[in-house]
């Protein structure tokens, strides 16, 4: 009895554990996108690093990011969000 309840007690720290890394990603990917966005618009710290041709189409993926968090991305494995944060 006592072992049963020690393996439903790693198993929910287990669960936790997941749920916050999650979380982490995501604020991870969220925090990054925010940045790069801010940066590289006008004004930004780095708009002056990129050509036009390059900043459009980063700031498009970073955007799509963006969109994807707020809607595909609620739903989506922790997986996902470690893919699409080790992408840029």
Same mark, same amino acid.
């Given at each position: 009895?006592?072992?049963?309840?020690?393996?439903?007690?790693?198993?929910?720290?287990?669960?936790?554990?997941?749920?916050? @890394?999650?979380?982490?990603?995501?604020?991870? &990917?969220? =925090?990054?996108?925010? +940045?790069?966005?801010?940066?590289?618009?006008?004004?930004?710290?780095?708009?002056?690093?990129?050509?036009?041709?390059?900043?459009?189409?980063?700031?498009? @993926?970073?955007?799509?990011?963006?969109?994807? &968090?707020? =809607?595909?991305?609620? +739903?989506?494995?922790?997986?996902?969000?470690?893919?699409?944060?080790?992408?840029?």
């Amino acid at each position: 009895m006592r072992r049963d309840f020690k393996d439903i007690e790693d198993s929910l720290r287990d669960a936790d554990f997941a749920i916050l @890394e999650k979380k982490a990603l995501k604020n991870d &990917l969220e =925090a990054y996108s925010y +940045d790069m966005r801010n940066n590289l618009d006008s004004y930004g710290k780095l708009e002056k690093y990129l050509e036009e041709g390059q900043k459009t189409t980063f700031m498009a @993926e970073i955007n799509q990011v963006i969109d994807w &968090l707020y =809607a595909d991305g609620e +739903d989506a494995p922790t997986e996902e969000y470690r893919t699409r944060l080790t992408k840029f």
